[in-house]
């Protein structure tokens, strides 16, 4: 039997399953596989499919993750949106630690990944003003606020390569340009999903404060123990959020994300 799925999430550190009962499809794509098997189940009557982005065991670090192939797998099974949670560190005062930001921009500073599924004969130029699908980030901001959470509704991620954290100039610099949260993997995956059409929704969850805010010596730099410990205290409502959301996605999509190839002579 064919499997499909309409909406997925990715899960990032620390979000490794999202259904306790699943089928699993077989991940096979021209990309080489997934970082892991997508498992599928339902989600009130929606189809959704769960991919774990560093892999069920984190065996991933950002900068080998295999992204062509995790967009492209969800494509192949019908997912026209994407929810994709992460953990960040905050580059500002007012973004702390446990807060979520649902971002509408991003800046990227990686180097070396493939971020394109068009090297031809298929060409083409989509643009990324608006990088993420404005229709999802607008559900998520209502469906947040009555669960308790302090969202931010707007915020500008910056991605840098990873897998090491940033340096104090990095991070004044990154200040600097306007980046409101920092992150790893942000970038080619919100870019590959919006080249095939797909809606995509960042969910930001700030784990940390990156190196420590300028003036403030209390506040120490980034570690992983502490990105995992502020994120495990923070998962189940991060969970419900995306459970309320789901059921929310209008069937039929207005938002640009859906026209992102108009004009193209091919499509
Ligand atoms: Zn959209």
Not at 39 to 49: F, L, P, Q, Y
Not at 102 to 108: E, G
Request: aromatic fraction near 8%.
């Amino acid at each position: 039997m064919k499997q499909s799925a309409e909406i997925a999430v990715i899960g990032g550190t620390g979000f490794y399953g999202l259904f306790e009962k699943a089928s699993e499809h077989i991940a096979e794509t021209p990309y080489g596989p997934p970082s892991g098997i997508p498992s599928i189940g339902t989600i009130g009557d929606r189809g959704v499919a769960f991919l774990p982005r560093h892999g069920y065991k984190h065996e991933l670090p950002p900068h080998v993750i295999p992204y062509l192939a995790n967009i492209w797998i969800l494509h192949t099974l019908g997912v026209k949106r994407i929810i994709a949670p992460c953990a960040v560190g905050s580059l500002s005062p007012e973004v702390k630690p446990g807060d979520f930001v649902l971002c509408d921009q991003f800046i990227n500073f990686t180097r070396e990944r493939k971020d394109t599924f068009y090297d031809g004969p298929k060409t083409t130029h989509i643009s990324a003003a608006d990088p993420y699908c404005p229709e999802l980030r607008k559900i998520a901001l209502e469906e947040a606020q009555p669960l308790g959470l302090t969202v931010h509704p707007s915020g500008t991620v910056v991605v840098i390569q990873g897998p090491r954290f940033s340096t104090r100039a990095e991070s004044k610099f990154f200040r600097s340009i306007g980046g409101s949260v920092i992150n790893m993997t942000q970038y080619p995956e919100a870019i590959l999903a919006r080249e095939l059409e797909i809606c995509y929704l960042n969910i930001s969850l700030i784990t940390d404060y990156d190196v420590g805010l300028e003036g403030d010596a209390k506040i120490k730099p980034v570690t992983h123990e502490e990105v995992l410990k502020v994120f495990n205290t923070n998962i189940e409502k991060l969970k419900k959020l995306i459970v309320k959301i789901i059921p929310r996605a209008p069937q039929n999509r207005t938002c640009l994300c859906s026209k992102a190839l108009e004009g193209t002579p091919w499509r």
